[in-house]
């Protein structure tokens, strides 16, 4: 579709449909210190064999706002978008119907501190890792931000986060599974804060039906977990060698075939303050 390098285009009512990059961006790639912005433009079933099907951005810091990427696909990662390095803000936004043949269906973030607001994953699928959202060593910030319906073959159905330390306010899991672990989010030696999350409906093949931590300590401030589910144990959240927080939160409804229909701690010390099972 379009190559940007070292380059910051402006674009307004733009479509980009069905294009076909080889290695990065089937719709746009962003390089070399790229700030593209972007109001009123839409990505729909373009392809790359590596990353990024809809776009990619390498060192590179564009602005988004009222932006779908819709039908989009990577042989590798970030089915919508991939990022490398930079800080794309993104404002207005809808992932939905994307599909990475690895990780990150709806969005893949290396090293990178995306900036979401009001930004919705929908229906988005990764045959690995993190069908909503994939972040590698990466600090994002989402705020009214909704995961709905994604699914990942293996582990975060909604959000798959390894060494990073996001901040979640104002976000809504819902209706997200994953084949394996944490239908909800799944959190690798990552330390992230939720503050005013719902995990609701979200399921797990194995354990971690809402949230799975491994070697994990997230920080849960006003976060409820209802109405989700693992066929083996933590209905609601499953935790392995981490120290989380927990303050203010609710499980209701949570369910799990083996043990743990709220909680699962294995060989983890979590904290818990004005917690309702």
């Keep these: 579709g379009m190559h940007n390098d070292n380059s910051s285009p402006i674009l307004s009512n733009v479509t980009f449909s069905s294009n076909t990059a080889s290695y990065y ?64 803000s993104l404002s207005n936004v809808t992932f939905i119907g994307n599909t990475a043949t690895r990780s990150g269906g709806g969005m893949y973030n290396y090293n990178n501190s995306a900036t979401l607001s009001n930004v919705t994953f929908i229906d988005n699928l990764a045959t690995n890792d993190g069908g909503g959202m994939f972040n590698s060593q990466s600090s994002s910030t989402l705020s009214d931000v909704t995961f709905i319906d994604n699914l990942a073959t293996n582990d975060g159905g909604g959000m798959f986060n390894s060494q990073s330390s996001s901040t979640l306010s104002d976000i809504t899991f819902s209706g997200n599974t994953a084949g394996s672990f944490g239908g909800g989010m799944y959190n690798l030696q990552g330390n992230p804060t939720l503050r005013n999350v719902t995990f609701s409906s979200n399921s797990a093949t194995n354990d971690g039906g809402g949230m799975y931590n491994n070697s994990s300590s997230p920080r849960l401030t006003n976060v409820t977990f209802s109405g989700n589910s693992a066929a083996n144990d933590g209905g609601g959240m499953y935790n392995s060698q981490g120290d989380l927080s927990l303050t203010n939160v609710t499980f209701s409804g949570n369910s799990a075939a083996n043990d743990g229909g709220g909680m699962y701690n294995l060989q983890g010390n979590p904290s818990l303050n004005n917690i309702t099972f």
């Design 25 to 88: 961006g089937g719709g746009m790639s962003n390089t070399y210190s790229s700030s593209s912005t972007l109001s009123n433009v839409t990505f729909i079933a373009n392809t790359a064999g590596n990353f990024g099907g809809g776009m990619y951005n390498n060192s590179s810091s564009p602005s988004l706002s009222n932006v779908t990427f819709s039908g989009n696909t990577a042989s590798n990662h970030g089915g919508g978008m991939s990022n490398f390095g930079g800080s794309a």
